[in-house]
């Protein structure tokens, strides 16, 4: 591997250096419609820095764990601050904090290492679905990384009131043309994708519960969210993020995805437990839905 080249990445992927710990971020949109910034967007833009912090360039991106303490907003500017706790020969570790101002808005322990030849190798099956081309095209979500393409088998909408009974699982497959090389720009461009789904996802076995109702009549926000990559991937193939949400309760839900390439390798995996429950004060939120949780 060689250091990352930050001018290769797209637009929202490059990072503005402060100096050796410090990164200033391009943001995506202007908050006109949600004044709060998408969390996958935070984890991309935290394993660039990650990468980027790494003088020697010989390291990638093993896990991703963050927390979401509080909503980023579109109204002042942010900043990732990274704390190296280790540097080793195959390992490295490092504490990732996103501020807004003197508000610290989450912060994740990023795992590092140099690539190993196997000992060991191997993981599940694909699941058996659709390939992307027989599934329906799902870019209305708007929750995989700007620009890339996104399929959901059997066109399941958790957003449409209207929208059948099912399992707590979604299937998508998304890819980015033209995404460029590197490991830690692949990981990115994925890692985007990871956070929207599992919420909805959620909502599919209840009839009178969907997502449209998200930040209105129901308060739902990701609040941690871990992500591990096992093998190396090209972002501007399809991938299939398979979705399956184990428990919901308590004002909580905890999912995890299993992620393949086409030719059923495992690539990545991550679970993530997310707030969805009624509002604290009963009311209806519609009016604030530009801003609130």
Known sequence: M???????????????????????????GDGTTRDVVFGGQIL??????????????????????????????????????ID????????????????????????????????EPDLLHHGPEMPAVPGPLEAPDGS???????????????GVNPWDPAEPVGPAEMYVWTRYPGAPDGVAANQAILSWATDGYLIGASMRPYPDVNEYQAHRSIS??????SLHFHNRFDAGDWLLLAHDVTWAGRGVIHGRALVFDQGGILVASFTQDAMVRHFGDGADHAADYHSIM
């Open 220 to 225: 739902t926000g990701v609040v941690a969210h």
């Open 84 to 115: 190296r706790m280790h540097g080793g020969r195959t390992f490295a570790s490092d504490t990732i904090t996103l501020w807004q101002g003197d508000r610290l808005c989450a912060r994740a322990l990023v795992l590092l290492h140099v690539d």
């Open 2 to 28: 060689s250091p990352i080249d930050s001018t290769a990445l797209p637009e929202v992927l490059r990072l503005e250096r402060i100096d050796d710990t410090r990164f200033a971020l391009p943001q995506v």
């Open 44 to 81: 991309a833009q935290m394993i660039v820095a990650s990468s980027l912090a790494d003088a020697g360039g010989d390291k990638e991106v093993k896990s991703i764990q963050c927390i979401f303490a509080r909503a980023a907003n579109f109204q002042s500017p942010l900043e990732l601050r």
């Open 140 to 154: 209305t979500h708007g929750l995989v990384f700007p620009g890339a393409d996104v399929r959901v088998v059997g």
